[in-house]
């Protein structure tokens, strides 16, 4: 499917949900920048697009994390009362002027609180008539549908034709649904089962079964299969629950009443009505537990790079290259190649990553001391440049070792533990990547 395509997804689950991926915090900090930043904490404003979003972005190693730091919104600061002369204080006396000015308007007061009683005696006030009703004039909140229990079989499906990683022929029965929210294994693959929160890839065919319309797919031209966490609630049901319990490499026909998919208000924008149930056939590519690595035939890396101990789900451990001068500009090394296609700039990709100073070897991050993988769109600028130049085009299920010199990584400014002007050394497995 096209990024700029509608995705089935919509931008929120099903009720309007808005879980998904916190505000990114990029590998070594945040990006250096001039200009001042508002904070928002990523529990207030999340947001989501297409079907999938992040999980917990890597800090800086040593920082806390949202949960404990404060969020600052506006100064603390009050300003101090001045008086009409500009003092920083009220003057202490009033003075004759005062005194007169106070006499009036306690007169006035007196008048108005006199004006009232006459006005309200005898039962004459009514509260319904002088305010409004807080609760009549609220709009109502709609109650969304709960989802409906999900079923392997209903009294009519549609008929489905067509190989695991191919684009599925769906026919649409002449026989409207009977509501029911249906998963049901087409064809089982072999590969690990989904679990809940782990990172997932997925090819998929849709229909509109009241209308007979197709929704966008992933085998569209230039589509991408949708990656996303499993049940999280980041993705509309049909997708984010359906997923759970089965295994990788298997091709689910999926039914999905409206509480499974867009809810009462449906997806103007892909024409899908309120009423509308929803089939897709959905292929899970591929899946990866939090904290998970890639694994295979190791090339160790030249003479003049620094050279690389793996720790399995623990951070690298990295030598530095003994009086080795800062090099001018990006060098990479494939430690482990992997079968996987290749990453391309736009989509979004699932990483693991340690990182360390060139100098010394020092970690000042690592995504495995979190046991949380870290996504971000490649290319997109959220992260540091060595990354979005050097992981371009390299496939899924590698690890890659890049030398960033500080022209593409954090220039002239310290970040957390890293000094000015420092070169840095990335051991990253590409886990996966997708639309999201």
Request: proline share 9%; net charge negative; no cysteine.
């Amino acid at each position: 499917m096209s990024e700029k395509a509608s995705s089935p997804g919509g931008s929120g689950t099903a009720h309007g949900n808005s879980a998904g991926d916190p505000a990114d915090s990029r590998p070594g900090g945040p990006l250096p920048g001039d200009g001042e930043s508002i904070i928002v904490p990523p529990a207030i404003l999340k947001q989501q697009a297409g079907w999938g979003g992040s999980g917990e972005a890597p800090r800086t190693a040593g920082t806390k994390t949202e949960d404990d730091v404060p969020q600052i919104f506006a100064s603390t600061v009050r300003r101090q009362d001045t008086s009409e002369a500009g003092y920083d204080e009220n003057p202490g006396r009033v003075g004759k002027l005062g005194v007169i000015l106070g006499t009036v308007l306690g007169v006035l007061l007196i008048g108005s609180a006199v004006t009232l009683y006459l006005v309200n005696k005898d039962g004459s006030s009514d509260d319904t008539a002088a305010k409004p009703d807080a609760a009549k004039s609220a709009p109502a909140t709609p109650t969304p549908d709960p989802v409906p229990p999900i079923k392997d079989s209903a009294k009519v499906l549609p008929n489905v034709t067509g190989d695991f990683g191919t684009k599925a022929t769906i026919e649409v029965p002449a026989d409207q649904s009977d509501g029911s929210f249906v998963v049901k294994v087409l064809s089982e693959g072999s590969g690990p089962k989904v679990e809940k929160n782990s990172w997932t890839s997925v090819d998929y065919t849709g229909k509109d079964w009241n209308t007979g319309k197709d929704i966008p797919s992933s085998y569209d031209e230039k589509g991408k299969p949708q990656i996303f966490q499993a049940g999280t609630d980041a993705l509309i049901p049909a997708l984010d629950q359906a997923v759970v319990g089965k295994k990788a490499g298997s091709r689910l026909l999926v039914v999905a009443p409206p509480a499974a998919a867009f809810g009462a208000q449906g997806n103007p924008s892909m024409s899908i009505g309120a009423k509308d149930n929803l089939i897709f056939v959905i292929d899970i590519r591929n899946t990866n537990a939090p904290d998970a690595v890639v694994s295979g035939t190791v090339t160790p890396p030249p003479a003049d790079f620094p050279q690389v101990k793996d720790n399995g789900k623990k951070p690298a451990e990295i030598t530095p290259v003994p009086g080795a001068a800062d090099p001018t500009e990006l060098k990479s090394h494939v430690l482990i190649k992997g079968e996987g296609r290749k990453v391309e700039k736009g989509e979004k990709i699932l990483v693991q990553y340690t990182g360390a100073l060139f100098k010394d070897g020092k970690v000042f991050d690592s995504s495995l001391s979190k046991g949380q993988a870290f996504s971000f769109p490649l290319g997109g600028g959220q992260v540091i440049a060595g990354w979005d130049q050097g992981l371009e085009g390299q496939t899924i299920g590698s690890r890659v070792e890049l030398v960033i010199p500080a022209s593409l990584g954090y220039k002239d400014q310290a970040q957390g533990e890293i000094p000015a002007n420092s070169t840095l050394v990335f051991v990253v497995d590409i886990l996966d990547a997708g639309q999201g």
